[in-house]
């Protein structure tokens, strides 16, 4: 890959580009970088590359002839290296907000440029005639381009192959998968009293690894609930536990294992709504009815799993990482009695360490599932909602959906971010 600095300050941009990884990089031939100087490029005898704006205001624009011949000139160096026309981008504060999609979106290209402005901006006309975008390095004003452009290049170049030591390096840093990186530590184990998290030092490398997820999540969470949201959108976690010979949970994902989880819900809710449904409403909670609800929860964040005993799908849990939310938690008739509803519980649960309270609701006449959640650390939190055979017609008798919320044991490790 080639990256070009169009600029008034080429000195500095090159000495950033020649420092440390990049540096080193760059001379191993692992990309080229070339900063060229607009003044250079002027044809006035002062070599003046601003000019006032029209319409006033103060500051100073700078003007389209001197960049317009610079970027030909790259583009001709370009055609001559055999590379296709470079792809032209211009730092403004005014510009498309950049971010690590946008990274590696500019990391395939063959060539690209930055043009960085100064002073007041630059003549729309030279942005309009060869950007192909403008990019904001974040809300804030800088007097120039350069430190964008750096920003930029370095941002680029670092994922360009061979660039980082090892090519996973990239990947586990903060935004590889819209998670923000965990925290990292070194030695000494304990400083000034402070001691590295327990689980870094069992050598375990799999606990090492589910930490580390757990600590992203977390992290991301309290920290940018935005990034966390849109991960939500399209990460519903997969890895599984592994619990008896033949049992397992898996991710419903295809059409048939919707169609199955659409039925446990049916059984389920039927199930549960006996003692306070009328018989209209219990018989219409069919697969069919319920298969359109499931997938609706689906978009809203849910993700659904199915636990399997020797292949037959015998129960269902769901669990909302956007809201903290389990439910749906199910379990055929010819299965209960098993410990599977327990373990399905523990696995959603599991499944939202980010969530340090997580939540679900329970109806007050299923006194089983009750005594089962209180026994593992669920506790009441209110109540959601209330049945009223008097005001809602599907209810037969009074009953209430009551809240509980997960209240983990006090010696748990609680991480910095969990404390604040
Ligand atoms: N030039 C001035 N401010 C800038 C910003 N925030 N991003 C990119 N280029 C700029």
Known sequence: MRIDIVTLFPELCDTFLSASILGRARAKNLFETHCHQIRDYT???????????????????????????????????????????????????????????????????DAVTLVCGHYEGIDQRVIDAFGDEEVSIGDYVLTGGELASLVVADSVLRLQPGVLAEEKGYQDESYWDGLLEYPQYTRPEVWEGRAVPPVLLTGDHQKIEVWRGEQSRIRTRTRRPDLYDQW??????????????????????????????AELAAEGRRAVGAPVGTPDVLASLTAEALLPQLLQQHKDGWAFYLHFTKNVPDGMVGVCHRT?????????????GKGIGAKMLDFARKKLPEHTNPTLTVLNTNTRAIALYKRMGWVPAGTEAVYDPAKDAFCAVYCEELRMSYRPPVNDFVSADQQC
């Not at 001197?66 to 055609?79: G, N, Y």
């Not at 903290?324 to 209960?336: A, K, M, N, W």
């Open 43 to 109: 044809l006035n005898k002062q070599k003046q590359t601003d000019d006032y704006p029209y319409g006033g205001g103060c500051g100073m624009v700078l003007y389209a002839q001197p960049i317009a011949d610079c970027l030909r000139a790259v583009q001709a160096q370009c055609r001559e290296q055999g590379r296709a026309a470079p792809h032209i981008v211009f730092l403004t504060a005014a510009g498309a907000p950049y971010d690590e999609a946008k990274a590696r979106e500019l990391a395939q290209y």
């Open 232 to 261: 939500c959108a399209t990460h519903p976690l997969t890895e599984l536990p592994k619990w008896k010979r033949g049992e397992n949970m898996r991710l419903v994902k295809t059409e048939e294992q919707w169609q199955r989880a």
């Open 324 to 336: 903290g939310r389990i439910g749906c938690l199910f379990v055929t008739e010819v299965s209960r």
